[in-house]
RNA sequence: GCCCGGAUGGUGGAAUUGGUAGACACGCAGGACUUAAAAUCCUGUGGGCAGUAAUGCCUGUAUGGGUUCAAGUCCCAUUCCGGGCACCA
């Protein structure tokens, strides 16, 4: 019979979508629950790449397979539509962005449907939605409405807030102010990055280390604009801590702990010559005050031109500027540089009271520590680069553990940097009494921190590298911001009951090039007037792509209410998500927002979990051959040819080289899941999708796969769809029923381990065995047919229907392993002397140690390797290997 | 520079976590079927040496060393490739 797989799969989709077989019911009786998640697409008008399809898979299977095993399972989908795409097409075309989002959506659920993944569509959902968005601007009024109480670690609401009595005592506008500074969501001037090419204010994490705009490449530039900002710090270590009890790849959890970037150390205050103000720094170490020989402030801190004496005012002036003026690529270390200037300030060493220089230099940052640092020429990199430039003497104060006679003494005559450990010297004073001379570096961080904090003059201190997050953008598609400027300065949020607050209606979507969204062009929109006639106008702001993609795992467990962002009793039972499977692109950026934003509803009491992701695991890119020449020029794939497993210019004949790159417009090497369905089917795209291996690692596509995984499907089909191949019988032949229950086991495990790929294998391997033997009974044709579905669910059901079976393979019970079958008597040992495999022998495996040396060496082909030594040990490991070590 | 991964046949990849390296698949070669081709099926396939042959031996998991009865797997050093971070004091 022949495999029309075409047919098959038509058939199958159709019967899921008319009888609603993926369906969840919100059924709560069942205590076994698994929610499985993808990460939604962002859909793009090129459709779906056959990137999309490799995790989709691996949760489709995960998924099918989990109800097999009798779970209620959670699996939806949706569409994260804000972004730019459809927003650069509407200011091109007058298109509005909801027609282009609402067309992509289409294609990409129509392709999605074609591959028989088994979502409840009953529950899809899409950012744009105004039903989805009314809760993601209550979020963010939650989040307005939150502040965060650092004695309980904990997010509390603003009405919580205690506010101090003399602030009462200001007045209103005081009391406002006071608790506006202490909210989660804040409105403030903010150095942003801009793009002037895509005319949009970028986060930190969108522009590259090249200075440019990650989505468009272009070089961005510096802008001070009034911006919401999400304050994520205050969050940092519930976020850092919480990695280590989540089931997440070790290398993602290491992203997210460095993106944090926890710091210990000290605060420590500088006496300033001459001025009342003393200058306050952040140290790791503080043990090495006593090297301490300059200081350095930020360009941009707050103090640099009030201690700039007059005499240096001119030169830190300029220097200020021409600081403002570079752009962060110029800052950082791959400007070979080092530079600074002296503001003619000193400051006084509180270890031993000396007066030291305090320079301006862009290598200290602002918003980073307190925008200054004491400067250990002898024991930090930047500040030796620094000092070496300068002149400025360098006091080696540690002496190194090293026993390299030449570099110790380079290090301790101040010719070299040393931040490793050793022993203090020159790190005494009489005069303040400190003493650390002899200690080892964890020692004197601890006896410093403790006398600066019994002096006064310092205390303990955490540091993180994570920032505030920048949370508004200058654009038209994106939520709005639930949010009104007063006439008088107040700023206020929304009434929950009146959200939401969708998007007007525009003649132009092109934003004005000096940050303005285009919403400022929406006219009465804008326009607001409470009940005492106050004037208003709305934020024209909106909010960025992450905003939707934060919850959306939380309004799949209850996508249609319109009462509340979700059902408390759906939240309890189907939190946390149990496997998150997408892309490592978001190993950082949305991750930890999303958790952030999570802990912020779990403090709040909304939802009953703290994380939000149980386990987490990220699918590798598919890559593609490409093919360039001698001079390493790239060549289309469509200008290639192969002959006998060499590739060749189809023009000029000359030979050229495969390589391996990403998919590409330019190198005419994108794999389009629709042409892979039409040839061969959805089941063949899947399978081979997940016989790549392991779901991981990056790997190229090769169509000749396809093909391989193909020919196993017509096989199955072919073998069990023949009445001859079927017998009616219970017999079983005893080698195809350990074969199947060996079967059943590896693809249960490999399933539950996400390696989709050896599972495959054993199915191939089991059909080889059947194929050879001819015939298998009806029962064992069934229990392949179950194993098969998960990874195939369209022959699936169609070698199912075919055995006469009525109802959908989706729930049948996944088959029981019977570990009879398993069992074995004998086995074949590899029999090995010094190491070295002989020859193999099959024993009985209820045969002792002593009897199987004892066969073993008596054995006739073992004469010629015991004659080459005398033996002196033989290593039995029982069903693995016998070792037999001779010495000569 | 720092932090994570990784390197196994012509190719994608297996290897029970220290115990038969190369499962499975692709490709290739030979054969069957066919007027022929495609499709399909069967056989072989890491490299080398010897043999008509069954087979036997040597060698082999990026490189060099080490631990062990035994190393693709553990340890040390090196090279290359991929990802992330980047003056965070």
Same mark, same amino acid.
């Given at each position: ?386 000092? $070496?430039?300068?002149? &400025?003497? #360098?006091?080696?104060?540690? =002496?190194?553990?090293?026993?390299? @006679? /030449?570099?110790? %003494? ?76 007063? $006439?008088?300065?107040? &700023?206020? #949020?929304?009434?929950?009951? =009146?959200?939401?607050?969708?998007? @007007? /209606?525009?003649? %132009? ?380």
């Amino acid at each position: 019979m022949y495999y029309n797989f075409h047919d098959i799969e038509k058939k199958w989709q159709k019967y899921w979508e008319d009888n609603k077989t993926f369906k969840t019911p919100d059924d709560f009786s069942n205590p076994k629950k698994c929610y499985i998640l993808d990460m939604f697409p962002y859909p793009s008008g090129a459709g779906l790449h056959v990137g999309h399809p490799e995790g989709y898979t691996a949760t489709d299977i995960i998924s099918r397979y989990k109800r097999m095993k009798g779970f209620n399972v959670l699996h939806p989908m949706g569409w994260d539509a804000f972004g730019l795409p459809a927003e650069q097409y509407a200011i091109q075309t007058g298109t509005h962005p909801a027609i282009t989002t609402k067309e992509n959506c289409d294609t990409f659920r129509r392709q999605i449907k074609e591959l028989g993944l088994s979502y409840d569509w009953d529950r899809e959902i899409n950012t744009t939605d105004p039903k989805y968005f009314k809760w993601t601007q209550w979020i963010f009024i939650q989040l307005f409405n939150t502040w965060f109480d650092e004695d309980l670690q904990k997010g509390r609401p603003v009405s919580e807030l205690p506010v101090p009595e003399d602030i009462i005592k200001s007045g209103e506008a005081a009391v406002r102010e006071y608790v506006d500074s202490r909210r989660l969501a804040y409105y403030d001037n903010a150095m942003v990055w801009w793009c002037p090419d895509c005319r949009i204010v970028c986060s930190n994490e969108e522009v590259l280390f090249d200075g440019s705009h990650e989505k468009c490449g272009n070089p961005v530039e510096k802008k001070n604009l009034k911006q919401w900002m999400l304050r994520i710090p205050l969050y940092a270590e519930r976020l850092l801590k919480g990695i280590d009890g989540l089931d997440w790849p070790e290398g993602i959890k290491e992203m997210q702990r460095n993106w944090i970037g926890r710091s210990t150390g000290a605060e420590v205050d500088f006496r300033l010559d001459g001025l009342e103000e003393s200058l306050r720094v952040f140290t790791t170490r503080p043990d090495t005050l006593f090297g301490a020989t300059y200081m350095v402030i930020a360009p941009e801190h707050p103090l640099t031109r009030k201690i700039t004496t007059k005499s240096h005012r001119e030169s830190v002036d300029n220097y200020i500027k021409a600081a403002s003026l570079k752009s962060d690529l110029d800052r950082t270390d791959l400007a070979k540089e080092k530079t600074g200037v002296f503001t003619g300030r000193y400051a006084i060493n509180p270890v031993n009271r000396e007066k030291i220089p305090v320079w301006v230099a862009d290598y200290v940052l602002t918003g980073y520590g307190t925008g200054a640092i004491m400067a250990v020429p002898a024991h930090d990199n930047r500040d030796f680069e620094f000092a $070496e430039k300068f002149n &400025i003497p #360098v006091i080696c104060i540690l =002496d190194p553990d090293i026993t390299d @006679p /030449e570099q110790k %003494k380079k290090i301790t005559e101040g010719r070299e940097a040393w931040t490793g450990d050793g022993r203090y010297i020159n790190s005494a004073d009489t005069n303040t009494g400190i003493d650390i001379n002899g200690l080892n570096m964890e020692a004197g961080i601890a006896r410093m921190t403790q006398w600066l904090e019994s002096e006064n003059l310092g205390s303990a201190k955490v540091n993180y590298k994570l920032r505030d997050w920048l949370f508004s953008r200058q654009r038209y598609w994106g939520e709005p911001f639930p949010v009104i400027h007063w $006439e008088d300065g107040e &700023i206020s #949020v929304m009434d929950e009951k =009146d959200l939401p607050l969708e998007l @007007p /209606e525009l003649e %132009k979507y092109l934003p004005g090039d000096s940050g303005e969204s285009p919403l400022a062009n929406a006219g009465g929109w804008l326009e607001v007037r409470d009940k005492n006639g106050r004037k208003g106008r709305r934020e024209t702001n909106t909010m960025p792509q992450w905003a939707g993609s934060c919850w959306y795992y939380l309004r799949f467990i209850d996508p249609h209410n319109d009462r509340q962002i979700f059902d408390p009793e759906k939240e309890k039972y189907w939190m946390p998500v149990d496997i998150y499977i997408g892309g490592a692109e978001h190993a950082v950026l949305h991750l930890l927002y999303s958790r952030f934003w999570h802990k912020v509803l779990y403090d709040l009491g909304i939802v009953s979990t703290d994380e939000p992701y149980r386990k987490l695991f990220n699918q590798g890119m598919i890559l593609a051959y490409a093919y360039e020449n001698e001079t390493g020029a790239r060549i289309a794939a469509d200008m290639v040819t192969e002959r006998g497993g060499k590739f060749y210019h189809t023009e000029t004949g000359t030979e050229v080289k495969q390589i391996i790159a990403k998919m590409s417009k330019s190198l005419k090497n994108v794999v389009n899941p629709d042409d892979v369905v039409l040839k061969y089917g959805a089941d063949s795209l899947r399978l081979y999708e997940m016989f790549m291996g392991p779901l991981e690692v990056t790997k190229p596509w090769d169509e000749k796969g396809v093909k391989g995984v193909f020919n196993f499907l017509t096989r199955v089909f072919r073998f069990f769809t023949e009445n001859a191949n079927i017998s009616t019988g219970s017999d079983e032949d005893p080698e195809i029923l350990k074969k199947l229950h060996q079967t059943i086991k590896k693809v249960e495990t490999d399933i539950e381990n996400l390696r989709f790929n050896t599972a495959i294998s054993a199915m191939m391997i089991f059909l080889n065995l059947a194929t050879k033997k001819g015939k298998v009974n009806s029962e064992t044709a069934g229990i392949f047919a179950r194993i098969l579905s998960p990874f195939a669910p369209h022959l699936g059901e169609e070698l199912w229907s075919m055995f006469g079976n009525g109802e959908s393979i989706a729930y049948q019970p996944w088959p029981e392993v019977n570990e009879e079958y398993l069992r074995e008597e004998v086995y074949e040992y590899p029999v090995s002397f010094n190491g070295k495999l002989r020859f193999r022998i099959e024993l009985p495996l209820s045969m002792d140690k002593e009897e199987i040396i004892e066969k073993v060496v008596s054995d006739e082909r073992a004469k010629k390797w015991l004659e080459t030594g005398t033996l002196t040990n033989v290593v039995v490991v029982p069903k693995r290997i016998i070792n037999i070590v001779l010495k000569n």
